[in-house]
C-alpha cells in the first residue's frame, strides 16, 4: 500500500517524518492555517491496535486503516482528538489490522460487530486507497462477525458489486442541507447521500441513518421537521422497511471555538451559552431541559413519517 501510494502521488512533494502522531512543523501553524493543513496526505504505519468496547451499534471500536479526514465538519469530534491535526492519516499495514478483527471474531462465541469507521470517513478513504473495497470482500469470506461504518460522503459505487455476504453495514450522516452547506464544509449534499443510501440498501448491504450531529441553530425545528420529510418522500421502500436510526446530538469545545474563529472567521458560530453547559475537559453539550424537549420533539415528529420502533437510540 505504501509503494502504491508513492507510485499514486509521485508528482507531489513527499516530506519524509519520524512520527505521523506528532509533525513539529504541522503542530506549530497557526488556527488560520487549519483549512490549508486539510489538504496533507499522512501516510504511515499504526501501531495501537487497542479495540475499545462500544454499546451502541457496535461492540467494538477499531483503529483502522485512516484517521481523521478532508472534510471540515465544524464541530468534528476528531478535532477534540487531533486538534489542527486532524488532517487525513493513510496506515498503510491494513493486513495486520485486519487479521486482528478476524482472529477476534473467530475466538468469539457470538457473532461481534467491529465499527471501523470512528476514526475516519473510510468512503472518502475508499477513493484514495480502494480499502473499504479490500476490506468488504476480504472479510466476508469469513464466517463470523459483521463490519460497521458511517459516512457524509456519496462515492458508494465501487461497493455495490462487491461480494459482501451481508457482513458490513453502511450508515448515512444525514442533517438538513442548510446545516450540511453552512456547517459541514466539503461532505456531500443531503439528497446525493439519500441516493447513495438506496443504492447501498438495493445492493443488500446492511444500512442506517445517523440523524446526527443534531444542532439547535435559530430555526432548528423547521430544518429537522423538513429533513424528515425528505427523507421519508425520497428513501427507497426497501431503505425505510429495513433501515435503523441512531439521532446524537452535537458536543462541541473549547478546541473547536479556538479553531473556528481563526479558520473560518466568517462562519456560525455553534457555540450557545444560553443553550449549552460545560461537560468536562472543556466540552460543552445541550442543558438537559433543552435536550429533552429536542429529542420529544424529534420523536413526535420521527412518528410521523417512520416506526418509531426504527430509532435505536438518542444520545
Same mark, same amino acid.
Given at each position: 500500500? $505504501?509503494?502504491?501510494?508513492?507510485?499514486?502521488?509521485?508528482?507531489?512533494?513527499?516530506?519524509?517524518?519520524?512520527?505521523?502522531?506528532?509533525?513539529?512543523?504541522?503542530?506549530?501553524?497557526?488556527?488560520?492555517?487549519?483549512?490549508?493543513?486539510?489538504?496533507?496526505?499522512?501516510? $504511515?504505519? *499504526?501501531?495501537?491496535?487497542? /479495540?475499545?468496547?462500544?454499546?451502541?451499534?457496535?461492540?467494538?471500536?477499531?483503529?483502522?486503516?485512516?484517521?481523521?479526514?478532508?472534510?471540515?465538519?465544524? +464541530?468534528?469530534?476528531?478535532?477534540?482528538?487531533?486538534?489542527?491535526?486532524?488532517?487525513?492519516?493513510?496506515?498503510?499495514?491494513? #493486513?495486520?489490522?485486519?487479521?486482528?478483527?478476524?482472529?477476534t471474531?473467530?475466538?468469539?462465541?457470538?457473532?461481534?460487530?467491529?465499527?471501523?469507521g470512528?476514526?475516519?470517513?473510510?468512503?472518502? #478513504?475508499?477513493?484514495?486507497?480502494?480499502?473499504?473495497?479490500?476490506?468488504?470482500?476480504?472479510?466476508?469470506?469469513?464466517?463470523?462477525? /459483521?463490519?460497521?461504518?458511517?459516512?457524509?460522503?456519496?462515492?458508494?459505487?465501487?461497493?455495490l458489486?462487491? #461480494?459482501?455476504?451481508?457482513?458490513?453495514?453502511?450508515?448515512?450522516?444525514?442533517n438538513?442541507?442548510?446545516?450540511?452547506? =453552512?456547517?459541514?464544509?466539503?461532505?456531500?449534499?443531503?439528497?446525493?447521500?439519500i441516493?447513495?443510501?438506496?443504492?447501498?440498501?438495493?445492493? $443488500? +448491504?446492511?444500512?442506517?441513518?445517523?440523524?446526527?450531529?443534531?444542532?439547535?441553530?435559530?430555526?432548528?425545528?423547521?430544518?429537522?421537521?423538513?429533513?424528515?420529510?425528505?427523507?421519508?418522500?425520497?428513501?427507497?421502500?426497501?431503505?425505510? =422497511?429495513?433501515?435503523?436510526?441512531?439521532?446524537?446530538?452535537?458536543?462541541?469545545?473549547?478546541?473547536? =471555538?479556538?479553531?473556528?474563529?481563526?479558520a473560518?472567521?466568517?462562519?456560525i458560530?455553534?457555540?450557545?451559552?444560553?443553550?449549552?453547559?460545560? *461537560?468536562?475537559m $472543556?466540552?460543552?453539550? +445541550?442543558?438537559?431541559?433543552?435536550?429533552?424537549?429536542?429529542?420529544?420533539?424529534?420523536?413526535?415528529?420521527?412518528?410521523?413519517?417512520?416506526?418509531?420502533?426504527?430509532?435505536?437510540?438518542?444520545?
Open positions: 500500500m $505504501g509503494k502504491m501510494l508513492y507510485e499514486k502521488y509521485k508528482d507531489v512533494p513527499w516530506i519524509p517524518i519520524d512520527n505521523h502522531n506528532n509533525i513539529e512543523q504541522l503542530r506549530n501553524n497557526e488556527n488560520s492555517q487549519f483549512a490549508e493543513m486539510k489538504q496533507y496526505l499522512i501516510v $504511515g504505519v *499504526r501501531k495501537t491496535h487497542k /479495540f475499545v468496547p462500544n454499546h451502541k451499534s457496535s461492540d467494538f471500536l477499531v483503529p483502522y486503516t485512516s484517521s481523521g479526514c478532508s472534510a471540515m465538519c465544524l +464541530y468534528c469530534y476528531l478535532v477534540c482528538n487531533y486538534n489542527k491535526c486532524s488532517y487525513l492519516r493513510l496506515f498503510v499495514n491494513r #493486513e495486520q489490522m485486519l487479521d486482528k478483527i478476524i482472529r471474531a473467530n475466538k468469539s462465541d457470538r457473532e461481534l460487530t467491529f465499527e471501523i470512528s476514526n475516519s470517513d473510510l468512503i472518502l #478513504e475508499n477513493t484514495v486507497t480502494s480499502n473499504l473495497e479490500w476490506t468488504i470482500e476480504k472479510f466476508a469470506k469469513n464466517e463470523k462477525g /459483521f463490519l460497521t461504518f458511517p459516512t457524509k460522503f456519496d462515492m458508494v459505487d465501487p461497493l458489486h462487491l #461480494e459482501h455476504r451481508g457482513r458490513s453495514t453502511l450508515r448515512m450522516s444525514v438538513p442541507q442548510e446545516i450540511i452547506t =453552512r456547517i459541514e464544509f466539503g461532505t456531500s449534499p443531503l439528497r446525493s447521500r441516493a447513495a443510501i438506496n443504492k447501498m440498501c438495493a445492493a $443488500g +448491504y446492511k444500512t442506517g441513518l445517523l440523524i446526527a450531529p443534531v444542532i439547535l441553530t435559530q430555526n432548528w425545528k423547521a430544518l429537522y421537521s423538513e429533513l424528515l420529510t425528505i427523507l421519508s418522500d425520497e428513501l427507497s421502500e426497501k431503505m425505510k =422497511r429495513e433501515m435503523f436510526v441512531e439521532i446524537i446530538f452535537m458536543t462541541y469545545s473549547y478546541v473547536h =471555538r479556538a479553531i473556528n474563529s481563526e473560518f472567521p466568517n462562519a458560530d455553534l457555540y450557545d451559552p444560553a443553550l449549552m453547559t460545560g *461537560r468536562g $472543556g466540552k460543552y453539550c +445541550y442543558k438537559p431541559a433543552v435536550r429533552a424537549k429536542a429529542e420529544q420533539f424529534l420523536r413526535d415528529e420521527f412518528a410521523k413519517h417512520f416506526d418509531p420502533s426504527k430509532i435505536l437510540y438518542i444520545v
